[in-house]
């Protein structure tokens, strides 16, 4: 009786994706592992120079890696000018997701009108309410809600515990991650004689192809026209984002940044975590912020751009704080004094004597 | 057979909030739009400035508006001194919310010690603990958790995946959305022997009437007394409100904000995203907290306060920022050349030559 | 009939917890207050100094407190070097948690390959997958997702609709509040041609004992090893831990902290609210970070650090951040002044006249 052998050859992974490989072709990897952490069935890389030192002591299978450290690496390598995106490819090979069977659980709730494609797979106690159409192969995990006129596209999964509002529309090969709540009404108030009218939300939000939304996140739905999330945005965890936002394709977000009320942001923007960006402006494509940065007006210009004031000695820092809340007082005494060293310059200059 | 006309007259509308019309009484409305979306149906507003350069090219078939800008407006105008308050009632009156069927769904669990109105709703997969009690009307979407002891007032309405620890008070009218988490435990820690003991966290949480509160955020229940939010409080998304704090009517809160633990909050606050307040201090009423602002110590004057640095490019702030971090020395620095040149001006006036 | 005498008596108080009694040890109090808010009935204690003009007035049956303030305690008193840890015992004893009947709910899923101890208690509507274990006395809240190949240890409790996603590990005696989720995908990203690859999460979240994690925190799964929670760390509420941050024994971390990916945080730490840690550093044991800090760098010394800057006045504030924004430009300029003054006075002792 024979074994199946596990994983893949690196001849295979050099084919498949495309690198050059220095080594064995039917040696066989089987799992990732960092370089430190690699046995001879691993699959590892090097992308981040930080971790260049490890290169040589590593025990890997194989590492992915650039042709200019090839000689670094005394194993088997597979060399490629984009090492980091080659290891995802092959982990994801490596690594496949388990199957979902499709169908709908016993215990799950599907609304008569819904539409559900055969090939979904619909949770234990997820609830799918009127008119709600799912797409093939989408999996909607464990105690999702999703709410009336929803559409979810092929091959989108909700991982479990997800919410979906009403009228929210899913594209294709998204993936949200527990507690996402998609569509709750943005904070829409006018103030009336001291208190506070809710302005009643009637957009909704259109999420496009290939975004992935991280746990917790939470993305209102417009107050009269759609919040809008482009193809291929990555948002992280515990991110806010208001109503009537606009995010680019290919924008990136870190976790828990907030981003307020009908702001546009551009494509392929890389925004760090906590970053905070107000309303009613607009960023460019192609901003990089870094993390903990606020936004209090439009950015026109490509760039990097950061605010975060990275920490001190606490009794350090609050001396300087000090100064900041009168440094308006100091510029000024600054110039005064460069005035009167200019007037005693002239003064001396100008002195007949 | 005749067709039922939808939506609003204009007549109608100005009699039922009290505007001045300028147009068609007979005119017909059935939705909200924004000034550049609108359509001969709609209904839109000018509120914000910023988009009064729509208002010559708007096709909507009436926009709220206040008087001075009525001549702007071409088409029909609903005038008003608080246009957005009127165009939030109107827009609730154009876009009902559907109404739920009173009764608990068969998935629901109720226990049998808990009363719950025969007029409220209880939605799919809800579990309702023991000596709960819900109000008329009430709404308890899917997948929300109201553990036992619980009050909910009358028009409350639990929108998703709410989850109710015990004991905590709903007033009448509030809105929760998807994801809420009130009355988990306060972060009460008691340090002893380089371990924290767990301080039993035994008050719970009380909010009034008229509350709504954003996706996923968290109000902890108090550690002996009451957590507290007043009447007409708006929450955005996102916000943590630590144990004990107690936050006074008609405050808004924008997302991302967290309050610490017994911070005392007035009436009518404004605070903006992303806020951070420090525990065991108070703010007085009508305080305006711009986003990103840190308060660390009490507000005992209304007015507006701020702390949010806002972006620059990232390597002039980076200069900026080493400065920063000498900016002590930097102004003792001023001061010593001011001493000298007072002290060179006063060598010359004194110099007897 | 006699009747069970509730509560405990100052002696039974005073024996159990190490405590020197001033009183009457046949006393009973049967409740915790605040020293403002207490009975006759009512234990309180003093710890924050900030509560001491309330120990004279307070109407309370007994207060635990330092010695060296008995003498403004005029009623009972319970004396002890750590009056607030051993408040916190006290309390546990007067206020016991409910006990939670084990078993199964009905409307629980259980996976048949699952194994779940005889005396643990499942709640209604709860998932456990294939392969999880869940050990004696754990408790399994109402919505509760656990996904395949979770462990669960002895005595933890999973309050009510949180989820722990495939092969997380949680510890003994660990408490997790609603809306945590534990072992989402972790943020990985490799940008190839202007798009953005997801990089396979293959690690998962390892847990120690004695964690308590506030209310819709989430600790994602790590990119290839584990994200590890050290024993006895405390996390409060809407915390964001990413991929493969290690959080050292007895570190606590308040409401709205973000750490990025990679971070290293040592023992005993004191994190603030609001805190930004950035990826890919190390932070030593023993360092207090307050609220809003932004840390970019390792912290290799103990102690004290800061960046948050507290707020001023709107007006006065954007005064100042006009001037930060020329900060290094005003530096240069007092270099440059104290130059010239230096010249200046070089230029008068030199001059021959």
């Known amino acids: 009786m024979s074994t199946i052998p596990v994983g893949m050859t690196l001849g295979e992974l050099a084919v498949r994706f495309g690198c050059t490989l220095k080594g064995d072709p039917d040696a066989r990897v089987s799992h990732v592992a960092t370089l430190e952490g690699a046995d001879s069935a691993a699959l590892t890389f090097l992308a981040n120079p930080r971790y ?26 597979l060399l490629t000018s984009n090492p980091y995106a080659a290891y995802a490819r092959m982990a994801a090979l490596l690594h496949p997701a388990p199957s979902v069977p499709a169908g709908v659980h016993a215990t799950a ?41 929803s559409h979810i596209g092929a091959d989108t999964r909700l991982v479990a515990n997800v919410t979906l509002c009403h009228g929210v529309k899913l594209g294709e090969r998204c993936v949200l991650h527990p507690g996402v709540v998609i569509g709750a009404d943005g904070f829409g108030l006018a103030p009336d004689q001291g208190q506070w009218i809710k302005v009643p939300q009637v957009g909704s939000v259109s999420i496009g192809n290939d975004v992935e939304i991280g746990a917790n996140t939470t993305v209102d739905r417009g107050a009269i026209e759609d919040t809008l999330i482009g193809d291929g945005v990555k948002l992280d965890n515990q991110i806010q984002i208001a109503h009537n936002v606009q995010i680019g394709a290919h924008t990136v977000v870190a976790g828990c940044t907030g981003i307020s009320g009908s702001a546009v942001i551009g494509q392929r923007c890389m925004i760090g975590g906590m970053v905070g960006i107000a309303g009613h402006l ?32 606490t ?21 005064r004094l460069g005035r009167r060293l200019e007037t005693d310059a002239h003064g001396t200059d100008e002195d007949p004597a």
């Open 282 to 313: 607009s960023i460019c494509d192609d901003v990089v912020l870094t993390g903990t940065s606020f936004v209090s007006g439009s950015i026109h210009k490509p760039g990097y751009y950061s605010s975060g004031l990275p920490i001190d000695e």
């Open 109 to 149: 709730i599907v609304a008569a009108t819904a539409t559900v494609d055969a090939t979904a797979s619909i949770g234990p106690r997820a609830v799918i309410e009127d008119n709600v159409v799912i797409g093939p192969r989408a999996v909607i995990g464990a105690g999702c809600v999703v709410m009336r006129d």
């Open 52 to 77: 260049r030192r490890f290169l040589s002591q590593t025990k890997a299978g194989v590492v992915v890696l650039e042709p200019k450290f090839a000689d670094e690496c005394k194993g088997a390598a």
């Open 315 to 335: 009794s350090r820092f609050r001396k300087n704080v000090a100064r900041f809340h009168h440094l308006d007082e100091l510029a000024r005494e600054v110039r």
